[in-house]
């Protein structure tokens, strides 16, 4: 069972992924007004992939009797001035969902909450990764520069991101 403040804490997090999942979304939508379809198409899967996380802590809350309780998302920005900048504010945020998902461990582990500091290792590990790649495309976008063909095949890479 569940602690009360534990499950709230869950639910904000469920609250922080899909607004994850809907940044990522508009950062989508972004690109393909723009037509820079490869970029378009890896801010898509990043955006499922964060429907995903939020859906982890949605069954691991049924699984130990607690309660999921939905509540409204924040509007996302919805323009950058170029792409790098979307890129830029992705990274930003990974970078707070990580402060979130070690506060979160921190609490479980301050509620001797063993089960869900287990199940929190798994966020641990994927935002090391999530936070690695963002910072691995904006170097690439560092490297790219002003040029506009490299910019080009820098969207073409993007492009053939697959769903994990
Ligand atoms: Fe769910 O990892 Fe990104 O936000």
Redesign the pocket.
């Known amino acids: 069972m569940i602690s009360e403040k534990m499950e709230k804490a869950l639910n904000d997090q469920i609250n922080?992924?899909l607004f994850?999942?809907y940044?990522?979304l508009s950062m989508a939508a972004y690109f393909e007004a723009e037509n820079w379809t490869g970029f378009a198409n890896w801010m898509k899967i990043?955006s499922n992939?964060?429907y995903e996380?939020?859906m982890k802590f949605f069954h691991y809350l049924k699984e130990v009797s607690g309660r999921v309780t939905l509540a409204a998302l924040e509007k996302p920005k919805t323009e950058w001035n170029f792409p790098l900048e979307a890129f830029e504010d992705a990274h930003k945020?990974?970078v707070?969902?990580?402060k979130r998902?070690n506060d979160l461990v921190e609490l479980a582990q301050l509620e001797k909450d063993y089960a869900t500091n287990n199940f929190l290792q798994w966020?641990v590990n994927?935002?090391i990764e999530?936070v690695a790649s963002v910072a691995q495309i904006i170097n690439k976008f560092r490297i790219v520069g002003d040029n506009k063909v490299a910019l080009y095949m820098l969207n073409n890479e993007l492009g053939s991101r697959t769903g994990s």
């Open positions: 922080a992924e994850s999942s940044l990522y990043q992939e964060e996380h939020a945020h990974e707070y969902i990580t998902i966020f994927e935002q999530e």
